[in-house]
């Protein structure tokens, strides 16, 4: 069965540090790319950023609101990725999700980020 | 980034009635290799999103037949032949076509 776990969220004040982790089983993880994405309370869902699998290099791809404030890593001997993001801000609060693959056909349960002061 | 429009933003549906959702976006979504990543997602009260529908009209892996997807470049369709009262939730409409891949504003459908 795929699965897939976000975990590291909580409260945080604005500028502040935080990093999410995905952790995944069921499936071949290194095969395939790991996406994030987010939901803010009562909002719709927001594209956050995917990184590839090894085979097609790795690389990463970010929305324009988190570029170089978020950098989304994997590590492929543990099954798990991150998403470490720096410089909070206030609308970055939201409940965020690990999917398996820029096709997001399978995710996991969310994990609460809120930035507050 | 393209913008995905969906209506409409609710509906209301009678148990066994068909409904449809559009989806439109600002620019095609026909990518270089013929294929189009047009996707649709039921966010189920109190649960994470799942996929439905991949590449426009596919059905992913334990979707119910009745659910079908449509379309072509700029306009797509979600269709479900016989609402049941377990398709309550919100739909989205996706693009991976070109990045940053973007949303619709979800479609919020309710049982009579």
């Known amino acids: 069965e795929v699965q897939l776990v976000e975990s590291g969220g909580g409260l945080v004040q604005p500028g502040r540090s935080l990093r999410l982790s995905c952790t995944s089983s069921g499936f071949t993880f290194g095969d395939y790319a790991v996406s994030w994405l987010r939901q803010a309370p009562g909002k719709g869902l927001e594209w956050v950023g995917f990184?590839?699998?090894?085979?097609?290099?790795?690389?990463?791809e970010y929305a324009a609101s988190v570029k170089g404030r978020f950098t989304i890593s994997r590590d492929d001997s543990k099954s798990i990725a991150y998403l470490q993001m720096n410089s909070l801000k206030i609308e970055d609060t939201a409940v965020y999700y690990c999917?398996?693959?820029?096709?997001?056909?399978?995710w996991g349960q969310g994990t609460l980020l809120t930035v507050s002061s | 980034d393209i913008v995905m429009t969906q209506t409409p933003l609710s509906l209301s549906v009678t148990p066994g009635q068909p409904a449809s959702i559009s989806c439109k976006s600002s620019q095609s979504l026909l990518y270089s290799n013929g294929k189009t990543y047009l996707y649709w997602y039921l966010q189920k009260p109190g649960q994470s999103p799942q996929l439905l529908i991949y590449e426009i009209s596919s059905r992913f892996s334990g979707v119910p037949d009745r659910f079908s997807g449509s379309g072509s470049g700029t306009d797509f369709t979600l269709e479900i032949s016989r609402v049941e009262a377990e398709d309550v939730g919100v739909y989205y409409c996706?693009?991976?076509?070109?990045?940053?891949?973007?949303f619709g504003q979800g479609t919020k459908l309710e049982i009579k």
């Open positions: 990184i590839r699998s090894k085979r097609y290099g790795g690389t990463t």
């Open positions: 999917t398996r693959d820029s096709v997001s056909d399978y």
């Open positions: 996706m693009q991976g076509t070109h990045l940053p891949y973007t």
